[in-house]
């Protein structure tokens, strides 16, 4: 528990970096059974003083998302994460531009389950990160961290 306590405050103190956006998650508000699909719902928040300009393609290359078991150790990524091309000419995408004016929001959801390995019973730590592109300053923004249960 104490790792997940840890990265909820490391989510926390990047996210004050004076990023043109700040992320939040949430996900499923009971636990879940093996093997169940797992969603994490994400919002993206213009947080500057001006309109700001982002480009959406794949959810799940715009958004990194980590996992980690309650032992610490990242989850086992599945064979379609391992084989995500999230550059160049075969990237399959939604071409999407999105403009945020100053407090607005963009929500977007990640099938988590679709990316990691999360049949095995026991809590998950979960987070997002979105890299900043560079016309806005570059860095990364980072979610609050969530904690998932699967149940057997």
């Known amino acids: 528990m104490l790792t997940f306590a840890v990265l909820s405050l490391v989510a926390l103190a990047s996210g004050a970096n004076g990023a043109p956006f700040a992320l939040s998650i949430t996900g499923p508000r009971a636990s879940v059974k093996s093997g169940a699909e797992i969603r994490v719902h994400v919002t993206l928040t213009n947080t500057s003083d001006r309109e700001i300009t982002i480009f ?49 929001t963009r929500e977007d959801e990640l099938v988590i389950s679709d990316l990691y390995d999360m049949r095995r019973p026991g809590h998950y730590a979960v987070h997002v990160s979105r890299k900043i592109p560079k016309d806005l300053g570059q860095g990364t923004a980072r979610s609050n961290g969530i904690t998932i249960v699967v149940e057997a």
């Open 56 to 104: 959406d393609t794949n959810r799940d290359c715009d958004y990194q998302a980590e996992v980690v078991d309650e032992a610490g150790q990242p989850a086992i990524e599945t064979e379609y994460r391992r084989t995500l091309k999230c550059e160049g000419p075969s990237v399959i995408s939604r071409n999407v531009l999105i403009t945020l004016k100053p407090g607005e």
